[in-house]
């Protein structure tokens, strides 16, 4: 059976030496010293080559016998969005990766992988041969080492009791999960205590990312999409110098709704976000962990994305650390995209700020003297679909955005349509098609943002076909045909045109 193209020792090597934090994620170095795998970015010292075995995922590196390291962390790093559009066992594969990344999916001791393969409709046989042929592990090794790294992160960052952590890393009893990470680590879980969060406080954690990242340019797209009481953008003072952006969010766990706020800082020495969370979130945070990195893209790889983007038009060209500003829920990103139908965004920020403060559920203010005045929730699917279109006609929303929104809504709530990323991207872009009112514009818009498709392309947008110097005779056919050169990357293209200085305008429709 074939195994995984083996990575380049000499240059990993380099990238190690140098600690390039370019590559965090890309790979991890196993030290047969010591038994212990690494980031490219640890700060220890530098082993002898000799010493190094280099893996392409942590699951690799655990498969082959060696611990995650406690001072850099592996469960830190970025996860990897290589991407291919046209090859069906990558798509397959990278689908795969998808739901098992989704902390939804972490159920039970013994998770199948028949299921895992019949959602995704192939034979078991079939999946495991991809997984050995593309991972070099089995799909229960990586969701294992998924699970087993989000037990070690809660250990290390929070107060949480260790029967909590076992749970929301999915493991079904607590001594099936003292046995695991025994095996695994070598190590008692209460031996990672260390806990930045008070019981009573927000809990704290910190994620990675790849540089170069455009910090400024990602606050200034959300700046001006912000929904007052919902979301906020956090510019710097001189009491917290860090930037970075605060929200509300209501999402199901355990079986019951919880709804809190999210902050999340950018510390660009470090290449992390520090992100603060409501206690009244704790039952949820391995999901709104793998959320926020979506929301913030971080999982982005700035190196592969431009040695594709680099042939676009100066200077979308040069871009490259632009990021694809996703969201925390995808059904309300789908809902503010309908509102953003062919008006400006101003327009539709004021819509959607009239529908929150109509429909939206109040919370307690979260301003913390920190400058955050948070206290809406975003209306649920459940309420907008209870809706009568009338009352959707008085905020201003004509009456083709009513059948819009109130079809989405439904559909959501009967499970026909996932807008979370974890479904079939194909099937998901020709339901959102059916339903009334999105046409292929919302629909490419709500992939790219919501779905994290990164070959998401809105060949209609007007502000893109300028940025191309298209004339106007040839535009829509045009652009997606030059787009083809941008693949998989297209939706960072659209992104790096949308950036373009004067004499561009803002993209118009854009939520």
Known sequence: MPSPAPLDADACYLALAARDARFDGRFFTGVTSTGIYCRPVCRVRTPRQANCRFFAHA??????GFRPCLRCRPELAPGDLAWSATDAGDILTRQALGLLATPDTWTGDTPSAAALAQRLGVSDRHLRRLFEERMGVSPLQYLQT?????????????????????????????????????????????QLRRGSSSPEGALTVRLGYRPPYDIAALL????????????????????????????????????????????ARFDPERH???????????????????????????????????????????????HAGLRVPGCL??????????????ITVAAARTLA??????????????????????????????????????????????????????????????????LQGSGDMAATLDHLRQLPGIGEWTAQYIAMRALRWPDA???????????????????????????????????????????????????????
């Not at 037990?151 to 009893?173: M, N």
């Open 59 to 64: 699951a690799q590196a655990e498969a082959a």
């Open 146 to 190: 998924r699970r087993l790294l989000t037990a070690k992160q809660l250990l290390t960052d929070s107060h949480l009791p260790v029967t909590k952590v076992a749970e929301l890393s999915g493991f079904g009893s607590l001594r099936r999960f003292n046995a695991v990470f025994q095996e695994r680590y070598g190590l008692n879980p209460s």
């Open 220 to 263: 200034r797209f959300f700046h001006d999409r912000a929904i007052d009481g919902v979301e906020q953008v956090l510019w710097p003072t001189e009491r917290m110098p860090l930037p970075g952006l605060a929200r509300t969010i209501g999402l199901h766990a355990s079986n019951r709704t919880l709804s809190g706020w999210v902050e």
């Open 272 to 318: 992390q976000v520090i992100v603060r969370i409501a206690p009244s979130l704790v039952d949820a945070l391995p999901t709104l962990i793998h959320r926020v990195r979506a929301w913030l893209d971080l999982d982005a790889d700035p190196i592969a994305i431009q040695a594709v983007l680099r042939t676009m038009p100066a200077p979308a060209g040069e």
């Open 329 to 342: 829920d995808g059904f309300e990103l789908a809902v503010r995209a309908v509102l953003g139908q062919q």
């Open 353 to 418: 700020r009239r529908l929150v403060q109509q429909l939206g559920t109040p919370l307690p203010s979260s301003g913390e003297g920190d400058g955050t005045h948070l206290d809406r929730l975003f209306p649920s699917p459940q309420q907008l679909a209870d809706t009568a279109p009338e009352r959707l006609g008085e905020l201003g929303i004509v009456r083709q955005r009513q059948r819009a929104l109130i079809a989405l809504a439904q559909a959501v709530c009967t499970q026909q349509l996932d």
């Open 457 to 511: 392309f809105l060949a209609k947008d007007v502000a893109l076909q300028k940025s191309l110097g298209l004339p106007r005779s040839l535009t829509e056919a045009a652009a997606e045909s030059l787009s083809q050169a941008w693949r998989p990357w297209r939706s960072y293209a659209v992104m790096r045109a949308w950036q373009a200085p004067s004499p561009l305008s803002p993209p118009q429709p854009s939520p």
